[in-house]
């Protein structure tokens, strides 16, 4: 049996400085609408990479019963904007705006749904609310400080790659501390984006927030890693309702035609709460 | 060689080689003949031999010559675990 198809609109959204490229993904009409997902999109080459497997888990959700929103954030895709114009503080409102802008329309349940760096992203709307929110984070990046350097560090990968000698980390890093733009892997980063990325965790979340994380690896032999064990037992202890799940699939979010990861998509929307369709089981 | 087995699987799983690397030998070359071997994919590499074995690697250690073949990768996360 086919199931009815997710119903999906492709707008753009008035935003600051621009406008911003959505795809809205709709449950069937004679489906009731169990509530709303925003998801939040990773940074820099691992947006695209990851564009399909996003594709994919908006549709499930939306033939799930959610209406799902993934926004391009402002210099990113198709929104309006250069990358290296784009601040994270203006990311932060990018989101604060998708989920007050799905609030409005569905009011019910409410999820933030971030991949790696997105979920910093998402965490920090979610500190801004007045209520608990409910958060899925996808191979969640725990420290945007971290994130950066490893970002920074594509540019020597690339040297590595052309067999040319590697230039290091120390003058990118320096550029940004002097307030100036670094160009790595064909991204444009400002210092702006790089200092609010740089000063992004997971912590402080509302006391009662729900968080749910799935992390890649072997579902049979290997347990949640030490670092977001760590962060689990953060949350917890704040007040949070905090999980997570190790499961199987592939680095979607790094390669360009990757294998597809299933599991995550099952996983995800059990985490909703909904029923998993045979054809995805 | 234990580190070897590590870095097969590590290779593996951070390319998606679903099981190509298990055949794979010390003289095996990576740059230049694995074509899933592209700037995003030697990062991954990196990270994931930071998280797997607990050291870090610094930006001064690393050079082409060390993703050559199977054997200088091994070669080279033998040599940091021992210092």
């Known amino acids: ?281 | 060689m234990a580190v070897e087995t590590d870095v097969k699987k590590i290779l593996d799983s951070v390319l998606s080689l679903q099981g190509r690397s298990a055949a794979w030998q010390r003289h095996t070359p990576l740059l230049g003949a694995v074509p899933e071997l592209d700037s995003m994919a030697v990062l991954g590499i990196i990270t994931a031999l930071e998280d797997r074995f607990g050291f870090v690697i610094h930006d001064d250690d690393l050079d082409s010559a060390i993703f050559a073949t199977l054997g200088s990768l091994s070669d080279f996360v033998a040599t940091k675990l021992t210092k």
């Not at chain 1, 691992?46 to 996003?54: D, P, S, V, Y």
């Not at chain 1, 989101?95 to 933030?112: K, N, Q, T």
């Not at chain 1, 594509?154 to 000698?165: H, K, N, P, T, Y």
């Not at chain 1, 294998?259 to 709460?273: H, I, N, V």
Request: aromatic fraction near 8%; proline fraction near 5%; charged fraction near 15%.
């Open chain 1, 1 to 281: 049996m086919t199931q009815p198809a997710a119903t999906l609109q492709v707008f753009f959204m008035d935003a600051a400085h621009g406008q911003r490229f959505c795809l809205l993904h709709t449950p069937p009409s004679d489906q009731a609408v169990l509530g709303h997902v925003v998801y939040v999109h990773p940074f820099a080459e691992e947006m695209n990479a990851a564009r399909r497997m996003a594709g994919k888990q908006a549709r499930a959700m939306a033939r799930a019963g959610f209406a799902v929103l993934q926004m391009d954030l402002m210099g990113c895709g198709d929104s309006s904007g250069h990358f290296e114009e784009a601040s994270w503080d203006a990311w932060v409102a990018d989101v604060a705006l998708a989920r007050h802008w799905m609030l409005e329309r569905w009011p019910g349940v409410a999820w933030l749904w971030g991949l790696r760096a997105g979920c910093l992203l998402a965490a920090q709307v979610c500190r801004q609310d007045t209520h608990p929110a409910k958060l899925l984070l996808w191979q969640p990046v725990l420290s945007g400080k971290q994130h950066l350097h490893q970002f920074l560090r594509l540019q020597m990968a690339g040297d590595i790659v052309r067999g040319e000698s590697s230039r290091g980390t120390s003058r990118l890093i320096h550029l940004l501390e002097q307030g100036e733009s670094v160009e790595v892997a064909g991204y444009s980063v400002s210092a702006a984006l790089a200092q609010g990325m740089a000063r992004a965790d997971l912590e402080a979340l509302p006391a009662g927030t729900q968080i749910f994380c799935l992390e890649l690896g072997d579902a049979d032999s290997e347990t949640v890693s030490p670092a977001l064990s760590a962060q689990l037992q953060r949350w917890q202890t704040s007040g949070c309702s905090a999980q997570a799940g190790v499961v199987p699939g592939s680095v979607f979010w790094q390669m360009q035609e990757g294998p597809d990861s299933p599991a995550w998509l099952t996983t995800s929307l059990r985490s909703l709460g909904c029923a998993v369709p045979e054809v995805l089981a």
